[in-house]
Structure formats: structure tokens, C-alpha cells
Nanobody
Framework: QVQLVESGGGLVQAGGSLRLSCAASGSDFSRAAMRWYRQSPGNVRELVAAITSSDSTDYANSVKGRFTISRDNARNTVYLQMNRLKPEDTAVYYC?????????????WGQGTQVTVSS
């Protein structure tokens, strides 16, 4: 079982920065693929950034060059550094962990943290 707790959301002006954190409980965090998703009212949840167990990263086109995902396996934490924020980045941001247990992949979700960017 994995529990994820996000933090770091808040209200920021356009052009500002925030850093989200996602602290994970449980073992073998370093083997999990970690992702950040976001969802705004009336929209589907979308993938924002991902990082594999080998530190390969991928980003949605809308955030490339502005957001950076990273992980600290010693702290069981994944981060999302968000720079040059835009009003359209306003959403609830969710942390997701994907782990292979035996032959099955399991997904775990955090409760989400609100990010609001004012114009």
C-alpha cells in the first residue's frame, strides 16, 4: 500500500512560481514511476509530468520549458517546480504513483492540492 500526500499549492500571480511536493509512504519508492496530473472544473484530468524509476522525464506540451519534475528517493518525495505560471495552469494537482507488484501494475493517488494563478 502506498499513501501520497501533496503540498505546496496556493494562490500566485501570473508569472510567479510554486513548488509542489508529494510525500510517499511505503516501501520501494525508488521503483515507482511518479506522475503529476491536474484537473480543472469541467475538464478531464490531464497528465502534466512524469518521471520514471531511472529518472527519465516527460512533460505535457503546455508545460514544457516551464515545469520541472524531480524526485528524491532518500526522502520518498517527488516535486513539481512550476515557473512562469499562467492562469490556465489553475487546477487541482494530483500526485500519482505506479508500482509493479508481482505481475500487476497498481496506481495510487494523493488527495490533490489546489493551484490558483491570478491574472
Amino acid at each position: 500500500q502506498v499513501q501520497l500526500v501533496e503540498s505546496g499549492g496556493g494562490l500566485v500571480q501570473a508569472g510567479g512560481s510554486l513548488r509542489l511536493s508529494c510525500a510517499a509512504s511505503g516501501s520501494d519508492f525508488s521503483r515507482a514511476a511518479m506522475r503529476w496530473y491536474r484537473q480543472s472544473p469541467g475538464n478531464v484530468r490531464e497528465l502534466v509530468a512524469a518521471i520514471t524509476s531511472s529518472d527519465s522525464t516527460d512533460y505535457a506540451n503546455s508545460v514544457k520549458g516551464r515545469f520541472t519534475i524531480s524526485r528524491d528517493n532518500a526522502r520518498n518525495t517527488v516535486y513539481l517546480q512550476m515557473n512562469r505560471l499562467k492562469p490556465e495552469d489553475t487546477a487541482v494537482y494530483y500526485c500519482n504513483a505506479e508500482k509493479l507488484l508481482g505481475s500487476l501494475w497498481y496506481h495510487y493517488w494523493g488527495q490533490g492540492t489546489q493551484v490558483t494563478v491570478s491574472s
